[in-house]
């Protein structure tokens, strides 16, 4: 095993087996990069809750509940498990390629390393699109929780709504800021008022099941809505990743980073079986299909008059998937940044050794993005266009990481044969790509014949237009002399 120390950057012409290879820089810019560096200051211990938090399971089920419930109906939980099977898939993928490749831009290195330059940089096209689509829904409903819950007359008010989100995007700058140490800290935090009131609505929910049930018909299935569905899930089962992109940032990159993931991914599963069982049990599917907060609903069924107090643990959930989104593609700039693939300016860190500019730009383009949805009406309609198609490039985003884990497992002995690769060790992970690839690929084919209807017109050609661009971002970039920083030390 490679040293755990300080030496992620410490390369040298003498090293016999240098952590990290560097190649296209200069010496001076070498020597600059080895002294400014992501800090090693996160362990195990605070992996894990940035992997659960970061899935946020509270806001997931507030932000798109009423909306699976009114595609999908009660076959909204079936419709969660049908990409809930590649996703668990993808948390062990991203587990053994970071015991192989730990960095700070996780997939689309990865991509590069087994892939090739071109399809990694078209993947870092859809990485930046993945996330950043993912943040102003995160970033609006945050503003709408808190007036919901300390001024619920003023809820109509835009200007207010924009000041709120305004706040909680400064919010999540300070942890960022900070560091990666205090960003697991501040999370804990709200992780654990997360979980707490989840304990004590389950416990509430279950006392009352047998007062405030409802009768359950699983009539046909709405295959249509249940695809809709499974894509939208990508947006509620993501997020455990996040420690595959602070691998640089671990005090062990090759041992911790992807086991957070694997207990991040399992535990959102977990927590949507006992959840979406128990809200529709005891509500009518009627008044949780298209609610903005169909956890509210629900609370106002447990605790009638007091459905205001599912509003805390639910902001505590938003404000930390909002920080913890924004930091997975920070890192991912930051990386790109390095590479010479963004501006280098990504790649600058502050004193806290944190990618401050990546951060800044990525919050305030956060913030104009509200401010469009907010006050200009006709891009209001765009901007939701734009956004509703997080689940796919999420998903899309997935589904590239899991052709890569097939390509790695089955000629990663010939293509990178210093790594000792051993297919037949991971036969059943192999197989078991291949299947979530063919999966994760139909999915996204179907989100094409059945998003326009789910969605509204015009998602299939916004879909086109951005998969476009990535061609293009590709096609530019191509010339680029890209700086490769690569684990080198001994694989696992």
Request: net charge positive.
């Amino acid at each position: 095993m490679a040293p755990q120390d300080d030496g992620l950057y410490q390369a040298t012409a003498t090293t016999k087996a240098p952590l990290i290879q560097e190649t296209g820089v200069t010496e001076s810019s070498r020597i600059g990069m080895r002294h400014r560096k992501l800090a090693q200051h996160l362990d195990l211990k605070d992996l894990i809750p940035l992997s659960v938090s970061s899935v946020g399971p509270l806001f997931s089920v507030a932000a798109t509940g009423g909306v699976m419930a009114a595609y999908a109906g009660v076959w909204t939980l079936p419709a969660i498990f049908i990409l809930a099977f590649p996703f668990i898939v993808s948390s062990f993928v991203f587990r053994l390629l970071n015991k192989h490749f730990p960095q700070a831009g996780a997939s689309y290195h990865w991509s590069a390393r087994v892939l090739g330059e071109s399809i990694s940089r078209y993947q870092a096209w859809i990485l930046i699109l993945a996330y950043f689509t993912s943040i102003p829904p995160i970033a609006i409903p945050a503003g709408s929780y808190t007036i919901a819950l300390i001024a619920p007359q003023d809820q109509s008010s835009s200007v207010l709504q924009a000041g709120v989100t305004l706040f909680w995007i400064v919010f999540a700058a300070v942890p960022l800021l900070l560091g990666a140490k205090p960003t697991a800290r501040i999370t804990q935090v709200f992780f654990t008022i997360e979980m707490l009131a989840l304990t004590a609505f389950a416990v509430i929910g279950i006392s009352r099941l047998n007062r405030i049930s409802v009768p359950i018909h699983f009539s046909k299935p709405p295959i249509g809505g249940m695809l809709v569905v499974a894509v939208i899930a990508a947006t509620i089962l993501d997020g455990w990743e996040i420690d595959s992109y602070a691998a640089e940032e671990s005090k062990k990159p090759r041992e911790h980073p992807g086991l957070g993931g694997i207990i991040g991914a399992f535990g959102a599963l977990l927590f949507y079986a006992l959840l979406y069982p128990l809200m529709i049990g005891e509500t009518p599917i009627h008044k949780l299909a298209n609610s903005s907060d169909p956890l509210a609903v629900w609370a106002s069924r447990l605790i009638p008059g007091h459905g205001w107090a599912m509003l805390i643990p639910v902001l505590a959930s938003t404000a930390g998937g909002l920080w913890l989104t924004t930091y997975i593609l920070t890192r991912a700039l930051y990386a790109m940044g390095r590479e010479r693939l963004l501006p280098v300016g990504f790649a600058k860190l502050n004193k806290r050794n944190v990618p401050s500019l990546a951060i800044l730009v990525t919050l305030s383009l956060t913030f104009l993005v509200v401010l469009g949805e907010t006050f200009i009406s006709s891009l209001s309609s765009f901007f939701n266009l734009i956004l509703s198609a997080a689940g796919f490039f999420l998903l899309a985003e997935f589904f590239m990481d899991s052709l890569t884990a097939v390509i790695f497992l089955t000629f990663g002995h010939k293509r990178l044969p210093e790594l000792s690769i051993h297919p037949h060790k991971h036969k059943m992970l192999m197989v078991f790509s291949f299947i979530s690839s063919l999966m994760m690929g139909a999915l996204l084919v179907a989100f094409f014949i059945y998003g326009p209807k789910a969605i509204g017109a015009g998602i299939d050609q916004t879909l086109l237009v951005l998969l476009g661009l990535g061609i293009v971002f590709t096609y530019l970039t191509r010339k680029r002399k890209a700086s490769s920083f690569i684990f080198e030390g001994k694989s696992v």
